[in-house]
């Protein structure tokens, strides 16, 4: 079985390069003594440039999905256990929603066939990049290392896991392909 092309290296390769830059925030983690961020977000961006130098239907794109999706799951987790202040979390919430749409366009212009879903795709990884600064800082400046009061931990896992089980119902009704 011949697998489908998604995306052209003309459009592509500026997914490859947007790819790339989670190695900047995966560098300041490095030099801030955060091995397991850094390990995140290198694998993240390897694995995703890797997928988009030849954006088809393939393994490539099932291993970008997932870890992807690990990737988002560690940065939501850090981002629960160390943004205490309401002023950061006004923020990220923000972002997360900017990210949130601008995936949501990509892919809704990628299905009507509008090329400007390249854009919309390149911004949500931009803000990802951006939100991945704003956390590592975060951690960095924290006093306490992540003691959020067990309250709030706990509710902030509840919503990470109701947002995971939203996409896997939505992606059990919707495919990508």
Known sequence: MEERLIAPWKQSKYLVGTSLMF?????????????????????TSIVSANYWRHAKYS????????VAKFSMAIIFYNGAIYVKEI?????????????????????????????????????????????QFILITTIKDSDEKGMNSPRDSRLVIIFIMIY??????YFKYHSLS
């Open 164 to 169: 995971f089980m939203s996409f896997a119902i």
């Open 87 to 131: 002023n950061s979390i006004a923020v990220r919430i923000v972002i997360g929603g900017l990210i949130t749409y601008s995936y949501y366009k990509s892919h809704l212009l990628y299905k009507r066939g509008i090329d400007k879903w390249l854009t919309y795709h390149m911004s949500f990884h931009l803000l990802i990049t951006y939100e």
């Open 23 to 43: 190695l900047g925030p995966a560098s300041y983690a490095y030099v801030n003594n955060m091995p397991f961020i850094t390990t995140v977000l290198s694998v």
């Open 59 to 66: 393994i490539r794109r099932d291993c970008d999905l997932i």
